[in-house]
């Protein structure tokens, strides 16, 4: 079992920058990637960026040069940078594990862009 707790979120101005951190317990040698989704209200949860454990990273178009992932061992950042009010969601931490397959999901941190 893996088990992920978020922090970090928040109110913040468009423009603004916030830095969420996921850290990682338990299992961890049986992750292969880690990373980050966010559910606005009445959509999807989507991908936001992800990060491998070669250090290989995959992001949204639409935070693309706007936000960064980066991982440390057993914690996972995202720095994101050029809020727009459109960021708006709850962002959950997520881990994968290829073999056997199953995803870890944290509790989630809400983060608000508005004025």
């Known amino acids: 079992q893996v088990q992920l707790v978020e922090s970090g979120g928040g109110l913040v101005q468009p423009g603004g920058s916030l830095r969420l951190s996921c850290a990682a317990s338990g299992s961890i040698f049986s992750i292969n990637a880690m990373g980050w989704y966010r559910q606005a209200p009445g959509k999807q949860r989507e991908l936001v960026a992800t990060?491998?454990?070669?250090?290989g990273t995959n992001y949204a178009d639409s935070v693309k040069g706007r936000f960064t992932i980066s991982r440390d061992n057993a914690e996972v950042y995202l720095q994101m940078n050029g809020l727009k009010p459109e960021d708006t969601a709850v962002y959950y931490c997520g881990a994968w594990r290829l073999r056997p397959p199953y995803n870890y999901w944290g509790q989630g941190t809400q983060v608000t862009v508005s004025s």
């Open positions: 990060i491998g454990n070669g250090g």
